[in-house]
T-cell receptor
Framework: DTEVTQTPKHLVMGMTNKKSLKCEQH?????MYWYKQKAKKPPELMFV???????INESVPSRFSPECPNSSLLNLHLHALQPEDSALYLC?????????????FGPGTRLTVL | KNEVEQSPQNLTAQEGEFITINCSYS?????LHWLQQHPGGGIVSLFM???GKKKHGRLIATINIQEKHSSLHITASHPRDSAVYIC????????????FGTGTRLQVTL
């Protein structure tokens, strides 16, 4: 299984809602990533988890809260988002966080904040 | 100036043409990635290079570390190759954090 899955595919939420994005991989990867991508722009790194511990937070606002409950799962909890947070949210994984290695991306969740 | 520059930004080709996309970077790197993103979002990793040349099917990627330059070539292009191609580098001194280029939007027509 060389796949990273993400749910939901699409999400529409109001600014007062609380929702979560989910990401799963069963490749035994120990590094997992959240990226945000606006239209016609490259992905921007948000968070990196290594061995289920948060290793990088790219100064992301606290209305985004990541969680890595185990080595296969990565969540992104959303609360009190703004319309400018509307974007494609991509999850990725790689063997580890230490050496150069390929990142496998999920299909993304397209988020619209009303 | 971006640390990773790609050219061209947009490219239209006819089916069967040989295509070259270029990537230049200004920082020290431990690896360079070529990624493909189709409309709709999903990103596929095409190559990871730290030296030399790699080939997979109709795709060839080369890197010149001294010149800080990489190229992605597509031979016998096909409409299904239409996508955004993104160059990303893993800079030295950091872990698997990637710095992305702005992408090259390729359209291959019949």
């Amino acid at each position: 299984d060389t796949e990273v899955t993400q749910t939901p595919k699409h999400l529409v939420m109001g600014m007062t809602n609380k929702k979560s994005l989910k990401c799963e991989q069963h490749m035994g990867h120990r590094a997992m990533y959240w990226y945000k991508q606006k239209a016609k722009k490259p992905p921007e790194l948000m968070f990196v988890y290594s061995y289920e511990k948060l290793s990088i937070n790219e100064s992301v606002p606290s209305r985004f809260s990541p969680e890595c409950p185990n080595s296969s799962l990565l969540n992104l909890h959303l609360h009190a988002l703004q319309p400018e947070d509307s974007a494609l949210y991509l999850c990725a994984s790689s063997h580890n966080f230490i050496f150069p290695n390929e990142q496998f991306f999920g299909p993304g969740t397209r988020l619209t904040v009303l | 100036k971006n640390e990773v520059e790609q050219s061209p930004q947009n490219l239209t080709a006819q089916e069967g043409e040989f295509i070259t996309i270029n990537c230049s970077y200004s920082v020290g790197i431990s690896a360079l990635h070529w990624l493909q993103q189709h409309p709709g979002g999903g990103i596929v990793s095409l190559f990871m290079l730290s030296s030399g040349k790699k080939k997979h099917g109709r795709l060839i990627a080369t890197i010149n570390i001294q010149e800080k330059h990489s190229s992605l070539h597509i031979t016998a292009s096909h409409p299904r190759d239409s996508a955004v191609y993104i160059c990303a580098v893993r800079t030295t001194g950091t872990a698997s954090k990637l710095t992305f280029g702005t992408g090259t939007r390729l359209q291959v027509t019949l």
